[in-house]
């Protein structure tokens, strides 16, 4: 069985009996047997905490494999780290405003002094995902306000028919609701976010708007400075419009320039001829800044590299989590593995040997911009473990 297979692995890495975490990737048909595959990991490998998710594929060192029945584990002995697991069932509701509940979601999720990073897998048709993610991290940035905690994760994406996707948290598997770890202690967790996108208009303010309707930018129609932008693009960047137009906005409105790493990307839903104003993905207000983006296959790769060249700047990583999205792989890239092989050429371990990778092509993509965290679309996110100290 694969589940048998994935633990051999682990076990010939000499792990067994010292994993404090394990994560779950199942695809294609294999989701059927999660329950029995994660009862198998647990007896083999007594992990201090299991978590799994379904997805229509699954990523491993140098590997993604798509539509297809497929298992990848991520197994990490972490001493001197503790993990608080929870599911969002247990969660408290916390508006952004409200401090006393934000900070008691703050404990539940299991925030103390040392917490290094949160991991978050959801359901999609039972979790409103972007609203807990955004007072999830509301309540992160309160408790911690001179550091910034990262959420990662992914949607759970095997299934477009609600009560397929299934979710694990140690001897529990669910069908609906949201399952997560706190990570504490003496581990660093690194995270990137390659939304892929690049700008081809100068930045906008917004003039008026109304919470996903930009009715006007620069005291002009919306509209119109979408068709002056659209109307500009020449050669490869009109062919790329074709795969959709996107509004990056600016996150830390303080800065004097913006560059990559600055916007969250959001998609352009569509316009209104008659009133000249652009639904996006995303609430609004006035005086934000916002500028057009384009996304391809080439801008999306230049942009992924980028972003592991400053990486390569740090420590080795020990090993690493991605959540790709499942608009990435052969749909975008035409080729197989193309995330996967890119961050594991980029990145290799302190004896020089490939990043062991683990993760997979979710609904939805976590990840931090900025000192905030979001829920994204078409992105990589990746989350690198690297030893506190040397």
């Known amino acids: 069985m694969a589940a048998e297979a994935v633990c051999e692995d682990i076990k010939a890495a000499g792990l067994a009996g010292t994993v404090d975490l394990a994560v779950m990737f199942v695809s294609g048909s294999h989701v059927k047997d999660m329950e029995e595959m994660a009862s198998i990991i647990r007896d083999q490998l007594e992990p201090g905490t299991l978590l799994g998710v379904s997805g229509v594929g699954v990523v491993g060192t140098h590997v993604e494999v798509e539509d297809q029945p497929a298992i990848s584990l991520f197994a990490a002995s972490l001493p001197g780290t503790e993990i608080h697991p929870f599911r969002y069932q247990d969660l408290p509701h916390a508006e952004p405003g409200d ?157 004097d320039r913006f560059g990559r790493g600055d916007f969250l990307i959001r998609t352009v839903l569509g316009v209104d001829q008659r009133s000249g104003h652009l639904a996006v993905g995303d609430m609004v207000r006035v005086g934000q800044t916002i500028q057009f983006h384009l996304r391809d296959a080439e801008t999306a790769s230049e942009d992924l590299n980028l972003l592991l060249e400053a990486q390569k700047l740090r420590q080795p990583a020990i090993g690493g989590l991605l959540f790709t999205c499942n608009a990435r792989g052969r749909v975008l890239f035409k080729r197989a593995d193309h995330d996967a092989a890119v961050i594991c050429d980029a990145l290799r371990t302190i004896d020089d040997q490939a990043l062991p990778l683990s993760g997979f092509f979710a609904a939805g993509e976590l990840g931090p911009v900025g000192d905030e965290s979001f829920l994204h679309g078409h992105t990589a996110s990746l989350a690198l473990f690297r030893q506190r100290r040397p």
């Open 99 to 255: 401090e006393p509940a934000l900070r008691r979601l703050a404990d539940a999720i299991g925030s103390q002094d040392d917490l290094r990073a949160v991991f978050f897998f959801a359901d999609p048709f039972s979790v409103p995902a972007s609203s807990v993610v955004d007072a999830m991290s509301h309540a992160l940035r309160l408790a911690h306000p001179e550091e910034h905690i990262p959420i990662i994760g992914g949607i759970a994406s095997v299934s477009p028919t609600p009560g397929s996707n299934v979710l694990i948290l140690n001897d529990n598997a669910m069908r609906v609701g949201a399952v997560g770890i706190a990570i504490t202690g003496d581990i660093t967790v690194d995270t990137l976010v390659s939304q892929g996108c690049k700008p081809v208009s100068q930045p906008w303010v917004i003039t008026d708007a109304q919470r996903n309707i930009i009715k006007s930018l620069g005291g002009r129609r919306a509209i119109d400075v979408l068709h002056e932008t659209v109307n500009a693009l020449q050669g490869e960047d009109r062919k790329i419009l074709k795969g959709g137009l996107f509004i990056g906005r600016v996150i830390n409105e303080y800065k």
